[in-house]
């Protein structure tokens, strides 16, 4: 089976992590490993402030929570993204509202936003699907005017640039996943940036259960969302081969789209041109024309040894949102369309242009059986 995705690791991580393990790092508050990781993913980004955190969810839910919102307040979310970035408005009492795609990158259509605010409405949160940047020199004008903070959700985005400036340098706070199959990874993992100092000390707080003085002393509910040391000591390591990681990326998306661009019922993913693309997954839309179904393609893939998954189920038709007090039902029926057509292909930065060419043969092949 050639999975989905393989991280990019090798001896040095282990190394790393056995020198942190041996030194006594094995908690978030022991150690250089995890200040070191902190600063230094955060000067890469171009963030005063990085705060290490147990993943890129948790990451989000302290974004949220440190924004101090009330209760009912609603903050706009890419409708297309995994739960994690609804969830960050949902576990805080807010409610995430739904901002439809847009075609050619599959991020929100920014032309949806400012009709789509409302008296509540205190934030936004947009996500850089599939490491294809969301325009955010256009959403920062946009959220200036309307008054919104902004959190980015830069889990899939590492080293994706906007006019050349980093994703996740333009938010209030903006928030990475390490997850394994993120671009960089420490297994478990995420780290919320900022260049608010205010801000920055908030999300160390409410990151260590919110330790006041004295110590056992809380003035606010805290978490434990602290990552390790030797977690930290793995990001490292990994950091140092995030040029590579997306060269190999961007590698991988030219091959895959060298030779799908001209087969009938797919759709490649798009780059603007103000766009670093980083491709997280290399992702396509199965048409009408293509002779299979997006699932019956992803079935037979799967039958002959290639995994593969489908796009995220939008925002607008996740059932506990649909449920929640204040939920507004927004039609989305790109991100929709996106859901019932969209599937990602073997994605691993190590997969080889012959394994490329093995996939995509496959793929023509099995659609011209069935037609």
């Not at 009492?93 to 205190?122: A, F, Q």
């Not at 994706?160 to 996943?177: E, L, P, Y």
């Not at 993120?182 to 205010?198: P, V």
């Amino acid at each position: 089976m050639i999975p989905v995705y393989e991280p990019f690791i090798g001896e040095e991580e282990a190394e790393a992590v056995a020198a942190a393990v041996r030194a006594g790092e094995i908690s978030g508050s022991f150690g250089e490993n995890l200040p070191g990781f902190e600063r230094e993913f955060a000067a890469f980004v171009g963030a005063r402030h990085g705060v290490a955190v147990s993943s890129g969810t948790t990451a989000l839910h302290l974004a949220v929570q440190a924004l101090e919102l009330e209760a009912g307040d609603e903050v706009l979310v890419s409708a297309s993204t995994n739960i994690a970035t609804a969830l960050a408005a949902f576990h805080n009492g807010v409610v995430p509202v739904p901002v439809d795609s847009e075609r050619m990158t599959w991020n929100l259509d920014l032309d949806l936003v400012e009709g789509l605010i409302t008296p509540k409405t205190k934030a936004i949160i947009p996500v850089h699907l599939f490491g294809h940047p969301v325009d955010m020199d256009r959403l920062l004008a946009l959220a200036d005017h309307s008054g919104l903070a902004v959190i980015e959700d830069c889990a899939e985005s590492h080293g994706a640039t906007v006019r050349g400036r980093q994703t996740g340098s333009f938010g209030a706070i903006s928030c990475f996943s390490f997850y394994a199959n993120k671009i960089i990874t420490t297994g478990e993992g995420g780290m919320a940036l900022t260049d608010d100092d205010e801000l920055a000390e908030r999300l160390r707080l409410l990151r260590n259960l919110a330790f006041g003085k004295p110590r056992f002393y809380h003035e606010r509910p805290g978490h434990n969302f602290r990552m390790t040391g030797y977690q930290a000591a793995m990001g490292r390591v990994q950091l140092a081969k995030l040029d590579q990681i997306v060269a190999e990326k961007r590698r991988l998306a030219a091959a895959y789209t060298r030779l799908l661009v001209n087969v009938p019922g797919i759709t490649t993913p798009a780059e603007e041109p103000w766009a670093g693309h980083v491709y997280w997954m290399y992702g396509i839309l199965v048409e009408d024309d293509f002779g299979l179904t997006r699932d019956q393609l992803a079935a037979a893939l799967a039958d002959s040894g290639v995994e593969t998954r489908t796009f995220f189920c939008p925002m607008n038709m996740q059932p506990f949102l649909r449920s929640q007090r204040g939920f507004r039902d927004v039609p989305c029926p790109v991100a929709e369309e996106l859901w019932h057509r969209g599937l990602y292909l073997p994605s691993s930065p190590s997969l080889s242009d012959d394994e490329v060419e093995g996939i995509v043969a496959l793929l023509v092949e099995l659609a011209a059986v069935r037609s």
